[in-house]
């Protein structure tokens, strides 16, 4: 039964000519699916229209091959020949009770157009905001003419697809119309450029272009940034960011209002909490009658209650807390709160656009794999037979093939050596920011404590002779990988000879113990060849226990992979900020008399860098010698009835908590048959 307190978050909300079921409003966001794999997308949403959100919306959706984000898979509208699948797409939705939402995007400067080789629209003649050595050209009046046509026939176009919502879309520093608006990209001198009622007119007349099209029977939706986080270089909530919302105030049927660019929108919990958004958003319902949504990572209903009371937000949009539980909203009617699966806000999701292949999420291993695989992120099928399984290690990837497992009905029994659940979860959550990453863990530890058909024990280290001796059909082993210590990772591929031992403290000891692990006072060194959280994370960790830190990195920047998760410049900034020494493009050629010797990738010239202690990221090797004993003793299994013996996770080969949970999961769903991977539903 849905808790009272939560009744408001289930009252319909007028948009425009439309009224949606409730207040939950999936914003866009990018699937990494898009146009080239309109099943799977169409897959994935209509999964979240089962899970009760109200309104379901596509990702940006380009309006003309002069915004193609090739090779990036985002939605396209360019002509009738697009009507098709996304008809197929509306009508699902609407199916299954929910409205169905377009975002129209052109990109304008945003783009190279590495498909279309059209040289790319903007406000001014200035060079695009993508690494191609592209400039884009003013826009002269015929063209500006034109892309309003564009955009009014791909209203059109999406009003006969059967969308319910058109978006009109200036945010994220991406979109022309943003691009209009900002002094920073147009320098025109005509009626588009200049004064703040100049550089909006192309905005207005769209927007009006809009509502004129398709406003009879759609409503027509803005989305746009109030805040750039630049200060008084980039558009200001308390400046022209407010002057916006007041000047077009009633003219859209619905605000959509967020922070740009993308990194800012979409902050990782390392950089924000739920609800970062309120301060920057919260003005906008005072300047407009019109509905407002607002995203901000809410999963807690109490937070999305308040967001609402306090007059913030009507609607509660969400793009992560979304991928992470599909079903978020109908868990909250059921009264089911503690089964939300709540978004750790990680962004492995958009790293999964960033790198142009569907979404992949840390929390939900269903999310991208609803076409190929027609997993479901609630239903798993039922074995049909008993089996007993016996996991062993109670990390990410053991944790989710218990519970999947025994979902399915498996009577299944969870052993795990230490004194805590979680693996490395349960160490990396207690670094600098990292807290919601315990999340991973206690939702499948919920879920496998209200199971009647598992059984968890801590603090059981199983050897191959106990497993073999405990006679269950299949044993899964997701014990998980240890961090070298000896150096090897990319740039450098066999072990570092020259290593002290009495001077490394490696990555297992630093999770476990924290600061403690570090014995000597003086300098410490991070050498960083992991490239992703970790190194930076320490470097944090030790500067708050009063080390004074250096951080080494053959690579240019500091964590390069995290610029797909959107936090490598946030990262980089708060290193400086903490007076972390940054030694970027060198590698290790010595350590003698508590110095180490660098040497730069490049030209291979040396310097010396004091160091007390050295802490090597580097890379992981599997925890696999239960795997290796327990396969030299296969003669053995028939006779104790164990069927089958697999490795799981980082055990298999160490990758991300993604990864980890996705393999434990893809193990429960492929128990009794033969694996598939669907390959040929991508080709
Ligand atoms: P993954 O990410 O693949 O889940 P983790 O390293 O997070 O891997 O978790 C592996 C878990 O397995 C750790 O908690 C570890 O204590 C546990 N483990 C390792 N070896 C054994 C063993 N022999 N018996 C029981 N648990 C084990
Ligand atoms: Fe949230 Fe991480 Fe999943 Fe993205 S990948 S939805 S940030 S848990």
Redesign the pocket.
Known sequence: MRDPRYDILFEPVQIGPLTTRNRFFQVPHCSGMGHRYPEADLAMRSMKAEGGWGVISTQETEIHPSSDLSPSNQGRIWDDRDLPRLRKMTETLHKKGSLAAIQLVHNGIHTANRLSRIAPYGPSDVVVDVTDPVQARAMDKADIAAFRKWHRDAALRAKKAGFDIIYVYAGHDMTLLQHFLLKRYNSRSDEYGGSFENRLRLFREVLADTRDAVGDSCAVAVRFAVEELLGPAGLEHTGEGRDVVAALADEPDLWDVNLSNWSNDSQTARFSQEGYQEDYVSFVKSLTTKPVVGVGRYTSPDSMVRAIRKGILDLIGAARPSIADPFLPKKIEEGRIDDIRECIGCNICVASDNTCVPLRCTQNPSIGEEWRKGWHPEVIPSLGKPQSVLV???????LEAARALAQRGAEVVV????QQWG???SHESKLPGLATWARVSDWRMSQLRQATNAELYLD???TADDIIAYQFQKVVL????TWRTDGVGRVHRLPLPFLPSDAVVGVDDLLQKGAGAISKSGRVVIFDDDHYYMASAFAEMLVSAGYKVAFVTPSPIVAPWTEHTLEQARIQQRLMELDVEIIPLYQLAGFEGGELTLECVYSGATKRLECATLVPVTSRLP?DH?WQELQSREAQWADNGIEAVTRV???KAPGT?AA?VYDGHSYAQNLLAAPSDNYDRYR
């Open positions: 062993v290690g109670g990390g990410p990837a053991g052993a795990e050596a230490s693996g490395r979860v059981s280290p199983l997701a014990t998980g990988a925890s239960l996770g980082d055990c908590i980890a």
